[in-house]
């Protein structure tokens, strides 16, 4: 395979990533996690984010030019998450990606980070493109995308509240398991029962939206009620349970899309997508609509460059620039 060669910068949030590819292939993919340095405070603190990307990039960025076995003076293009996240954080890789490019005389392309979630299944799936339905979960984000075509897309439905992540990061937190808490639920919930505790699952009327703040209430209220009177289900039976009903609404929901948009592929970005039941689940389904599922592996879920060199191959296909006065945009929107 050949292509341009470009690198690939996401700083959008508490995840340095850096990747390299040559058009569709990855020759390098490296990430530093500051998950650590945010755990003792239940969450992502902006200001430490900030710092720890400042302090990653460049040694990231040296280690994945040498991972793909490149120097930078090879280089095609430059691609930085230009939004949305932490300002902070954003204007680290920003910058820094925007000079190296200035000094390499190289393309420069600021990406939406959801675009790079939706470009990600690209890189593991040939069959993937669009007409597709695309289920984005993360800490940040839960939303039903309808990708009609390359940089055309339409929002079906998101959260009305808590974000899918936020949700099992919350509940994680309540329960004493951490942070993330995606994780965390997800590794307590093996071998749990995903009936043993029943939790409602929100706005059935509203076929592409999400609701997962009366989850959260629901979960703390019966736990603490069971606490009282010392009837607390098992750790796994909890965890299974609170699983079930965080995945449930986001595969019904995922595939109201499908059903109505009569898509035939059906895909996957965000954090939460990493989720073991969550896939699993999205497998069964699309296998008995006979619909093509390209979830891409769990560390091309979670935030990395290598998406964000994906989404910036297909503008510089399509000869778009961004221009050097352009900055970090924390709100930017994908569609609308
Ligand atoms: O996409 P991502 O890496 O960063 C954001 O843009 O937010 O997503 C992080 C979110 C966190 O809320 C984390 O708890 C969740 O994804 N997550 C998971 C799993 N792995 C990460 N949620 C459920 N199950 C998982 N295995
Ligand atoms: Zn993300």
């Given at each position: 395979m050949s292509g341009p060669l470009i690198l690939g910068i996401e700083t959008s949030c508490d995840e340095t990533g850096v990747a390299v590819l040559e058009g569709l292939e990855v020759r390098s993919s490296v990430l530093g996690t500051q998950t650590d340095e945010h755990a003792r405070f239940g969450g992502v603190v902006p200001e430490v984010a900030a710092r720890a990307h400042v302090e990653a990039?460049?040694?990231?960025?040296?280690?994945?030019?040498?991972?793909?076995?490149?120097?930078?003076?090879?280089?095609?293009a430059i691609a930085v998450t230009e939004?949305?996240?932490?300002?902070?954080?954003?204007?680290?890789?920003?910058?820094?990606?925007?000079a190296?490019?200035?000094?390499?005389?190289?393309?420069?392309?600021?990406?939406?980070?959801?675009?790079?979630?939706?470009?990600a299944p690209?890189?593991?799936?040939?069959?993937?493109?669009?007409?597709?339905?695309?289920?984005?979960?993360?800490?940040?984000?839960?939303?039903?995308?309808?990708?009609?075509?390359?940089?055309?897309?339409?929002?079906?439905?998101s959260t009305i509240d808590d974000a899918a992540g936020e949700a099992f990061d919350k509940l994680a937190r309540f329960m004493g398991l951490g942070y993330p808490g995606g994780p965390a639920i997800d590794a307590a919930s093996e071998g749990g029962d995903p009936e043993r505790m029943s939790f409602p699952r929100a706005l059935r009327d509203r076929p592409y939206d999400f609701s997962f703040s009366g989850l959260k209430t629901s979960v703390?209220?019966?736990?603490?009620?069971?606490?009282?009177?010392?009837?607390?289900?098992?750790?796994?039976?909890?965890?299974?349970?609170?699983?079930?009903?965080?995945?449930?609404v986001l595969v019904e929901k995922t595939f109201n899309a499908v059903e109505a948009t009569g898509a035939e592929i059906v895909a996957g970005g965000g954090g939460v997508l990493a989720n073991r039941r969550l896939r699993e689940r999205l497998a069964?389904?699309?296998?008995?609509?006979?619909?093509?599922?390209?979830?891409?592996?769990?560390?091309?879920?979670?935030?990395?460059?290598?998406m964000i060199a994906a989404a910036a191959l297909h503008h510089l296909e399509t000869g778009m620039a961004t221009p050097w006065n352009r900055d970090v945009d924390p709100g930017l929107r994908l569609a609308p």
């Open positions: 990039i460049r040694p990231l960025v040296h280690l994945a030019l040498a991972r793909a076995g490149i120097h930078s003076r090879d280089l095609d939004g949305p996240g932490l300002v902070g954080s954003l204007s680290v890789g920003y910058s820094f990606g925007k190296l490019a200035w000094s390499l005389d190289v393309a420069f392309l600021g990406v939406d980070h959801m675009e790079g979630h939706l470009f690209r890189l593991d799936h040939d069959r993937f493109e669009p007409p597709a339905i695309v289920l984005l979960a993360s800490g940040g984000h839960s939303q039903i995308v309808h990708m009609r075509g390359w940089g055309d897309y339409e929002t079906m439905g703390i209220t019966q736990l603490e009620k069971a606490k009282a009177v010392g009837t607390v289900p098992p750790l796994p039976d909890v965890a299974a349970s609170i699983q079930e009903a965080i995945v449930d069964e389904e699309a296998d008995r609509r006979g619909v093509l599922l390209a979830v891409p592996s769990k560390s091309l879920c979670t935030d990395n460059g290598a």
